[in-house]
């Protein structure tokens, strides 16, 4: 299942939704086309303005505002889904963030947020197996070594030892302390699959799951109760 259909499931016909750090619109596009009202927002011009030409060339109608994530210009309860991908590891507060995706979001209703996996066998940013179960002051040594460092910048953070990693205990521990009800996308699916032998499924997943797994792909509710 693709992404914009995995996250379209969770929203209302006609439901409003938020692409944090939506980059060059691809998300925000197809959203648009589903026929939910989108909205982004993103630290890069050039990227909001190339995605904008994708509005245009593909018939759909998007709103992109130039903003840091954790200032979401937007009223309390607002949305009905909020997708982050990509972005918890190259702000400048990630708990920040959440807090405001959950002020954001109307009860009921839910997002996706990725958080990059500290111990994670291979890492997609510099593209190297092992790196992240070194001592980050080691990995910057073999970066620096292999010529692979990169600087931060405007748009956020690129080194490896200013992203923030995390692992899975500590990002539940951030998601709840936000207020969220939180599910481990990974673990849904084995237990809707494999039914009555999830059980066994599950043990191996969360025997890897702190080592291995790159990215934890998390699905957030804001509690209707409330």
Known sequence: MKHCD?????????GGVLDVGSGKGKFLCEMAK???????????PDYIEEAKSQAVKEGVAIQVINTQAESLPFPNDYFNFVN??????????????????????????YGYISFHNRFGFY????????????PRSVA????????????????????????????YGQ??????????????????KISKTYKYAAFLFLLIY???RSFYFNTFHI??????WL
């Open 6 to 14: 995995y996250c379209a499931q969770f929203i209302a016909s006609s």
């Open 34 to 44: 589903r026929g939910f009202k989108v909205h982004g927002v993103e630290v890069n």
């Open 84 to 109: 982050c991908a990509e972005v918890t590891e190259h702000v400048e507060y990630p708990v920040r963030v959440c807090e405001e995706i959950y002020r954001v979001l109307k009860p009921g209703g």
């Open 123 to 134: 890492d997609y940013h510099y593209h190297l197996h092992f790196i992240n179960w070194l």
């Open 140 to 167: 910057e040594f073999i970066l620096f070594f292999l010529n692979k460092q990169k600087t931060d910048s405007i748009v956020g953070k690129q080194r490896l030892v200013t992203m923030h990693y995390f692992t």
């Open 171 to 188: 990002i539940k521990k951030i998601l709840e302390n936000s207020g969220f009800l939180v599910v481990d996308i990974r673990e849904e």
């Open 206 to 208: 969360y025997f890897f």
């Open 219 to 224: 699905l957030v509710k804001k509690s209707d």
